[in-house]
């Protein structure tokens, strides 16, 4: 995975030059052993292993992987472990959370791995081999929070296609696993956090906001919010070109945009596309990955302070790879705006 990635050779590329520091929340977990030793021997991306360290050298050794250079963090041993919950206490204190409780938090590696970018022992976290996205996300939002000029967290799916002409086709899909029922306003940072995120993977972006209706030929409230959130987008970035509301043919097929909407200029070219809500979102993205043998690439957390990306439960080494290198690529490449 990521061989046939666009982009993804100048991400590492610029790792190089400025190499980063990765959380893993989970690492005996031997996908992320094998990940881990697969950067080692890269030099541009130091993994910071969240373990007991005889367990996570025990597994390391069991399946031979060679993880010599990591870091290896044990919450339990952990020697600013009192300054860490203090600063998690000052995080939380509206919800008046104690010292003792702190502690007893920071012994999950997922709240223990955040606050390791928190306090800048790390520039940026990938976690959910084991975890839920929920488990992924939720100390994210309590602890890293959104950048400026973003109200939500959000995602995206990157999907990449080799195409005839010898050059990969890349799509971008969002709201697709994090918001349920997004609002006109919550579009808009959906739109917008998938086209400054697809193009770190060389998309020029097209925007789609996708619905059964095309340009007013339907009617109904979910017609309303994607049309009300195109027009909201395009005012607030009029540099991007954005369609919507739009049916999906229109969208990607010139002929159908020929006949639905003629003087529209985006359709039938589309590459990045915000659905309605997220069954809409999550259902598309797996018929572009099974059915139209898509590679998927995602979820991308958008709009947090730093990086924190979410892993499959059933990810291989190989998506823990290239998800590593997406998330640190995001550290300098994704600009608040």
């Known amino acids: 995975m990521g061989k046939n990635m666009q982009g993804f050779g100048t991400m590492i590329g610029k790792l190089k030059k400025s190499p980063k520091r990765i959380v893993f929340t989970e690492g005996s977990d031997p996908r992320i052993l094998e990940a881990a030793s697969r950067l080692l021997a890269s030099y541009f991306l130091t993994p910071l292993l969240v373990g007991n360290k005889q367990e996570v050298e025990d597994a390391a050794e069991e399946f031979g992987y060679n993880i010599r250079g990591a870091e290896i963090i044990d919450p339990e041993t952990f020697e600013?472990?009192?300054?860490?919950?203090?600063?998690?206490?000052?995080?939380?204190?509206?919800?008046?959370?104690?010292?003792?409780?702190?502690?007893?938090?920071?012994?999950?590696?997922?709240?223990?791995?955040?606050?390791?970018?928190?306090?800048?022992?790390?520039?940026?976290?990938?976690?959910?081999?084991?975890?839920?996205?929920?488990?992924?996300?939720?100390?994210?939002?309590?602890?890293?929070?959104?950048?400026?000029?973003?109200?939500?967290?959000?995602?995206?799916?990157?999907?990449?296609?080799?195409?005839?002409?010898?050059?990969?086709?890349?799509?971008?899909?969002?709201?697709?696993?994090?918001?349920?029922?997004?609002?006109?306003?919550?579009?808009?940072?959906?739109?917008?956090?998938?086209?400054?995120?697809?193009q770190l993977f060389g998309i020029d972006p097209k925007i789609a906001f996708l619905s059964y209706s095309t340009l007013g030929s339907g009617k109904g409230e979910d017609v309303d919010k994607m049309r009300n959130a195109a027009l909201k987008t395009k005012a607030r970035r009029p540099e991007l070109p954005i369609s919507g509301e739009i049916q999906f043919d229109a969208a990607v097929s010139p002929r159908v945009a020929r006949t639905k909407c003629p003087n529209d200029e985006i359709a039938g070219h589309a590459n990045v596309f915000i659905f309605p809500d997220i069954n809409a979102g999550n259902i598309g993205y797996k018929i572009a990955q099974r059915m139209g043998n898509f590679e998927a690439y995602g979820p991308i957390l958008l709009g947090l302070k730093s990086p924190i990306n979410d892993l499959s439960r059933g990810c291989t080494a190989d998506e823990v790879y290239s998800m590593a290198i997406i998330t640190a690529a995001l550290v300098d490449e994704v600009a608040p705006r």
Do not use: W
């Not at 488990?135 to 005839?164: E, M, W, Y």
């Open 80 to 198: 600013s472990m009192n300054e860490m919950a203090e600063t998690l206490c000052e995080l939380r204190k509206s919800k008046n959370l104690q010292m003792e409780e702190a502690l007893k938090i920071l012994k999950q590696g997922n709240y223990f791995g955040t606050m390791l970018v928190k306090m800048g022992y790390a520039d940026c976290l990938l976690g959910g081999a084991t975890y839920t996205t929920a488990d992924t996300v939720r100390p994210a939002l309590q602890l890293i929070k959104t950048r400026p000029g973003h109200n939500i967290v959000s995602s995206c799916f990157i999907l990449v296609r080799p195409s005839a002409t010898g050059e990969n086709e890349v799509l971008a899909m969002a709201d697709c696993s994090i918001n349920i029922r997004p609002t006109e306003d919550e579009l808009v940072d959906i739109a917008i956090g998938a086209a400054d995120c697809g």
